[in-house]
Antibody, heavy 119, light 106 residues
């Protein structure tokens, strides 16, 4: 059973850059079959897609976040990463990583990691 | 940006009853519509993809229908474990989620 695990700081100061990593339990990140994405959820609210990447390195970002987001992958480590700059209180959320097939059907999710923005 | 509107916001039903959840898109998404279930403290779980295809391991009581701008998720007979929040998501143009429908025990 595929497992995804998010890692990174639980607390970030305003204006700082958030860096999160998603570790994938198998080597499917080396396959062009899958999409790899980040989705977040503010406490008590709905889901928001942040961005995605495929094996070829093609990235796709939510237009509302595109100026602040970067998604990358390291196939040698079976990982992909998120960087979100200029963090603000509104970015406080649970951040999920996920694997998608068939174009952004997110079949597998990590457990999520809560990131709080506070000074 | 395609906006997905889910209704109702909350659905109060009893176990054994039929649940009908709606998702309306601001423009056509053809059949690129996915449904997820989320329970408290858990990540979302994919139920239905491409409007009507059940994901592996999803019980037959869950079904999806619709195309274009109007979609429905139906739970034919609610089990206790089905009380949760349900989200729709489109992948026709970019990617966006609906605001969710909470199915609660009446």
């Amino acid at each position: 059973q595929l497992q995804l695990q998010e890692s990174g700081p639980g607390l970030v100061k305003p204006s700082e850059t958030l860096s999160l990593t998603c570790s994938v339990s198998d080597d499917s990140i080396r396959s062009n079959t899958y999409f790899w994405g980040w989705i977040r959820q503010p406490p008590g609210k709905g889901l928001e897609w942040i961005g995605s990447i495929r094996l070829g390195g093609n990235t796709h970002y939510n237009p509302s976040l595109a100026s602040r987001v970067s998604v990358s992958r390291d196939t040698s480590k079976n990982q992909f990463s998120l960087k979100l700059s200029s963090m603000a209180a509104a970015d406080t959320a649970i951040y999920y990583c996920a694997r998608g097939t068939g174009g952004y059907n997110w079949h597998y999710w990590g457990l999520g990691t809560l990131v709080t923005v506070s000074s | 940006e395609i906006v997905l509107t889910q209704s109702p916001a909350t659905l109060s039903l009893s176990p054994g009853e039929r649940a009908t959840l709606s998702c309306r898109a601001s423009q056509s998404v053809t059949n690129y519509l996915t449904w997820y279930q989320q329970k408290p403290g858990q990540a979302p779980r994919l139920l239905i993809y491409d409007a009507s295809n059940r994901a592996t391991g999803i019980p037959a009581r869950f079904s999806g229908s619709g195309s274009g701008t109007d979609f429905t998720l139906t739970i034919s007979s609610l089990e206790p474990e089905d009380f949760a929040v349900y989200y729709c998501q489109q992948r026709s143009s970019g990617l966006s989620f609906g605001g969710g429908t909470r199915v609660e025990i009446k």
